[in-house]
């Protein structure tokens, strides 16, 4: 399907479905977070062993000295220059760990080749501690890798699917030191906002003080609610019930209008909110086609010193589109802005053209984000 058929069928599938109904609610613990609640990054190095010679070679001295320094711990010792490794690789391992994660709790590391091997498929990750900015150790990572991919070799031929240079092991790393907070627990609770707004914010302290029945909520600023808890929530095991009282609470997130555009693959994503003011929109573009054709010429019959020459015969032609100046009322919903895309039958990478044009002129009201 190419990306005028592509857009033209996403424009006809958005015309034919009903009109959009107000913006749903969303509930708070989806939009924000209780300040102090946080996840904690860890990081580690380590070896992965058992690959079917596609680990590091010699060029990466530091898989050579991790080795020896391991066997040096078993006793067994190794001048570097006697080993030949292509079954191990130096790697990165790193975790994210949730807030308030106790020890024996585990989480998934992701593994990540630091030297040169090629796979890192079939191998299994040694005991790796795991530590925090602080440099304390959190959690210890082992076990076998999921690479998700596949790469073989034969005969100077590869065959390859996904990125095997990188790994996962779901429950690979075991907390060994439980994750601290900074968890208010005194008279305030305070919840933040993952997207600071303003709108958004009062109306998630509205919502609050709406369902207890007094103004105990305040918007601080953008992304900062203040919430006073209740005498009753106070005692030993009432916080946490607050706290999920108010998470449970629905509010109707205020969004900015932005167009989102991804250059790289011709991606354009458009908010509900986009408008744009009434506009006349022209745009062709100029083809040309390059076609070259061989040429044979052979000499004639019983010729001694004739040779075949071959050549190749180019013809160029060039053409422009034929377009039309459409004009545009103006549009309010995400309906109609797919149906004046659609009228100029273009191709997605022409829309970014024309989204880009549109926000120069001042007719398009929403934020352009190019990634």
């Not at 779901?170 to 005194?186: L, M, N, V």
């Not at 071959?310 to 919903?333: K, L, R």
Request: proline content about 5%; overall charge neutral; charged content about 15%.
């Amino acid at each position: 399907m190419t990306g005028k058929c592509a857009f033209a069928v996403l424009a006809a599938a958005v015309l034919a479905a009903p009109p959009s109904p107000a913006p749903a609610g969303a509930r708070i613990k989806d939009i924000a977070y209780v300040e102090g609640v946080r996840q904690q990054q860890l990081i580690g190095y380590g070896l992965v062993v058992g690959l079917e010679n596609t680990g590091d070679t010699q060029r990466s001295t530091f898989t050579i000295q991790s080795v020896t320094s391991m066997l040096k711990r078993f006793g067994i010792t190794v001048a570097p220059a006697d080993l030949r490794l292509r079954n191990v690789a130096a790697v990165m391992v790193t975790a994210t760990v949730p807030g308030f994660t106790k020890e024996g709790g585990i989480c998934d590391v992701v593994v990540s080749s630091m030297g040169d091997a090629t796979s890192l498929q079939g191998g299994t990750l040694l005991m790796t501690p795991l530590s925090g900015i602080d440099g304390t150790i959190y959690a210890m990572g082992q076990g076998p890798l999921s690479t998700g991919g596949v790469s073989v070799k034969a005969n100077g031929n590869e065959l390859r699917r996904n990125h095997t240079a990188a790994g996962r092991i779901p429950g690979g790393a075991q907390i060994e030191k439980s994750i601290t907070t900074t968890f208010s627990r005194d008279s305030t609770v305070s919840v933040v906002l993952t997207q600071a707004d303003f709108t958004t914010a009062s109306r998630i302290a509205d919502a609050v003080n709406t369902k207890m029945g007094s103004r105990m909520a305040i918007p601080a600023d953008a992304s900062t609610v203040t919430i006073t808890v209740p005498k009753e929530y106070r005692v030993q095991g009432k916080l946490v019930e607050f706290i999920s009282l108010v998470e449970l609470l629905e509010v109707s997130p205020d969004v900015v209008a932005r167009v989102v555009i991804n250059e790289r693959t011709g991606t354009v994503v458009i908010g509900g909110n986009v408008s744009i003011l009434p506009v006349a929109i022209s745009h062709g573009g100029l083809n040309i086609d390059i076609e070259s054709v061989p040429v044979i010429s052979q000499p004639g019959p019983m010729s001694k010193n004739g040779q075949t020459v071959v050549t190749q015969m180019t013809s160029i032609a060039a053409g422009e589109d034929s377009s039309t100046v459409v004009a545009f009322n103006g549009v309010a919903t995400v309906q109609e802005v797919a149906r004046a895309l659609n009228s100029l039958k273009v191709t997605p990478r022409d829309i970014i053209s024309i989204f880009q044009a549109l926000r120069e002129s001042g007719a398009l009201k929403a934020e352009l984000v190019i990634i």
